[in-house]
Nanobody, 125 residues
């Protein structure tokens, strides 16, 4: 089993930047991909970005493309999400999650079976 712990987040003004980290432990050798999802109050959890563990292919939701960057440091077993040009609509709890088997749809929430506890991101206008 893989354990995930998010850190970072907090409060930012619109147009500002924040960075999130997701540290993985446990059976990290089985990770195929790590994704970031977010859930705003009253809304469903949605895909934000994902990165494959070995080849580092990246995937982004249209709403964050060009503003957010996902990256990983395998030596540290950590995935990062750099968020620039933040908008109030980015306010949500952000979760990282891992897939420990091959998937051809890393954007899918149901593909992920390991989840972190979430971290709050609040963007003020």
């Amino acid at each position: 089993q893989v354990q995930l712990v998010e850190s970072g987040g907090g409060l930012a003004q619109a147009g500002g930047s924040l960075g999130l980290s997701c540290a993985a432990s446990g059976r990290t050798g089985s990770i195929y991909a790590v994704g970031w999802f977010r859930q705003a109050p009253g809304k469903e959890r949605e895909f934000v970005a994902a990165i494959t563990w070995t080849v580092s292919n990246t995937y982004y939701a249209d709403s964050v493309k060009g503003r957010f960057t996902i990256s990983r440091d395998n030596a540290k077993n950590t995935v990062y999400l750099q968020m620039n040009s933040l908008e109030p609509e980015d306010t949500a709890v952000y979760y990282c999650a891992a897939i420990d088997y091959y998937s051809d749809y890393v954007q899918g929430l149901r593909e992920y079976d390991c989840w972190g506890q979430g971290t709050q991101v609040t963007v003020s206008s």
